[in-house]
Structures are given as C-alpha cells and as structure tokens.
Antibody, heavy 118, light 110 residues
Framework: QVQVQESGPGLVKPSETLSLTCTVS????????WSWIRQPAGKGLEWIGR???????NYSPSLKSRVSMSVDTSKNQFSLKLTSVTAADTAVYYC????????????WGQGTMVTVSS | QSALTQPASVSGSPGQSITISCTGT?????????VSWYQHHPGKAPKLMIY???KRPSGVSNRFSGSKSGSTASLTISGLQAEDEADYYC??????????FGTGTKVTVL
C-alpha cells in the first residue's frame, strides 16, 4: 500500500526558504503527478503545485514566483522549496498523489506543520 | 483563480441527509467533469470521497454521493452518522494544469 510522508523543518525565519521533502513508500514514484497542498490554521486547503516523476512541474499562479519542486526517483522522494516566506506561509503542508492526470488526489500524507517566525 | 465557494457549516441529526454545495465558474467546476471531494478530520490526512463529479472510490461508503449542475457541484451524505462529523472540501481541475479547492464546510452531527 502506497504511503507518503512529509518531512522538514518546523520553523523557518521570515524571508528565508521553506524546504520540505515527501517520501513515497510501498510503491514507485514513477508515472504519477505528485502535489503539494497546504492549509493555514483556520483556513481551507490551497493547492501549491505538482511535479511529475519525469521532473515536469506545474505551479499555482499565486505562488509561481516563489515555488520550485524537484524529484529524486532514486530515493522515491520529491521536494518543495518556497522562497521569501512570511507569516502568511505558516501552514500544515501536505503531499499527495494525483492518481489520474488532472483528476483527484487519492493518497495524502499526515501533513507537517511549518511556522514562519523569527 | 478564486477558491470555490462552500457553505461554512452544515448540520444534521443522525440518520438524516445533508448536502454540501460547491460553486465555481465555467473555468473550473463547470468546465470539466473533474470535481473531487475530501473528508478531513483535523490532524489526519484528508480522504478522497468522490472523484470525477460522481464516482466513489473503492471502500467509500455508498452513503456519500456526488452530483453537479452547471458550475455547482454537490456532495450528499445520507444516513448521517457521528463519524461523518468532519471538514469537507471540494476541489476542481481549473485548466492550465492547475487545481482549485473549495473554502471548506464543517459538518456537525447534532
């Protein structure tokens, strides 16, 4: 059974770069799109972007200037970098699998809380 | 790209049916048969309940059903149970390889 798990620092200083990794276990990262989704406290879910196993990426227009994603198929991992963070980027960050292209997210991680504070 | 509009809260008694709406535009909900619904218990991973507007993944109770009319999608929970109390989010493909989520609905079982 495929599972995903987010990892990374729980605290990031303002103006610095948030970096998270998602590890896929129980299956291959290949031939799927993998997304990052976040949820600020008390707010709804926000799609950040996605990466295909080949490295092709798509980003939310609202975050595109600050987001980058990468994939390491040898480690079955993909990563998120968000630059110039502010308090507004404080959120629970989830990674998820898109089981059919442009369709739904069938496998989600438990999420990791990232706080932006000095 | 604006968030899809959902009611902030919906409540019902055990055994009743409730419906959660999700309103978008012709550029997202109304433009594709790609609305999905997620159940989210705080602190846990969101769970896919409905995809492609009306399809139910294996293992999801048939008490959950999806529908759509124009740019408004709906999730109906019939035979409401205590375990259904959670937050629910709709999501739609929005073209140009992007997705948009709904504002979320808190379901309370009275």
């Amino acid at each position: 059974q495929v599972q995903v798990q987010e990892s990374g620092p729980g605290l990031v200083k303002p103006s610095e770069t948030l970096s998270l990794t998602c590890t896929v276990s129980g299956g291959s990262i290949g031939n799927y799109f993998w997304s990052w989704i976040r949820q600020p406290a008390g707010k709804g879910l926000e799609w950040i972007g996605r990466i295909y196993s080949s490295g092709s990426t798509n980003y939310s227009p609202s975050l595109k200037s600050r987001v980058s994603m990468s994939v390491d198929t040898s480690k079955n991992q993909f990563s998120l970098k968000l630059t110039s963070v502010t308090a507004a980027d404080t959120a629970v960050y989830y990674c998820a699998r898109e089981f059919v292209v442009n369709d739904a997210f069938d496998i989600w991680g438990q999420g990791t809380m990232v706080t932006v504070s000095s | 790209q604006s968030a899809l509009t959902q009611p902030a809260s919906v409540s019902g008694s055990p055994g009743q049916s409730i419906t959660i709406s999700c309103t978008g535009t012709s550029r997202d909900v109304g433009g594709y048969n790609l609305v999905s619904w997620y159940q989210h218990h705080p602190g846990k991973a969101p769970k896919l309940m409905i995809y492609e507007d009306i399809k139910r993944p294996s293992g999801v109770s048939n008490r959950f059903s999806g529908s759509k009319s124009g740019s408004t999608a709906s999730l109906t929970i019939s035979g409401l149970q205590a375990e259904d109390e959670a937050d629910y989010y709709c999501c739609s493909y929005a073209g140009s390889s992007t997705f948009v989520f709904g504002t979320g609905t808190k379901v309370t079982v009275l």
